[in-house]
């Protein structure tokens, strides 16, 4: 989800320029960019965390403030708030995602981890998709 979620919104960009009537569209492209931008700083920063402090914790904080930012998105009562949520997201999104391969290759035997690494990278590819 967390990769997924960086391009889902192009998709439906135009039905959310709806529900903010007199957005223009620099002020929406914020509501992809903020997501992309604090995702892709936050990736390595949170990931070294991860590894101090422990990929389960690193995950699970990362996927309840994922789940959380969803959920308020959803109820963003305005186009900035909706910008903050999805930053907000990107945090969460950023939290798991390396945690998550941290996990995995806790849970893989050495002689397997390669063709584990190779579909846990697949699924982040078709995400994108």
């Known amino acids: 989800m967390a990769g997924l979620d960086v ?4 998709v439906a ?6 529900d903010f009537p ?6 929406m492209s914020w ?3 903020a997501y992309a931008i604090a995702y892709a700083a936050l990736l390595v920063p949170l ?15 990362g996927l309840t ?6 959920a308020a998105c959803a109820a963003s009562p305005g186009l900035w708030a909706l910008v903050l949520f999805r930053g907000l997201q990107s945090v969460g999104a ?16 050495p002689e397997r981890r390669a063709r584990a690494v190779r579909i846990w990278s ?7 998709e």
């Open 122 to 128: 697949a699924s982040g590819a078709l995400a994108a």
């Open 31 to 33: 509501i992809l960019n």
């Open 65 to 70: 403030l994922f789940t959380s930012a969803s």
């Open 94 to 109: 950023a939290a798991l995602t390396p945690a998550s391969l941290g996990l995995l290759l806790a849970a893989t035997a």
């Open 22 to 27: 007199g957005a223009s569209l620099a002020d």
């Open 47 to 61: 990931g070294s965390l991860a590894d101090r402090y422990g990929a389960k914790r690193g995950l699970l904080l």
């Open 13 to 18: 960009l135009d039905d959310i320029g709806h």
């Open 7 to 10: 391009f889902i919104v192009n």
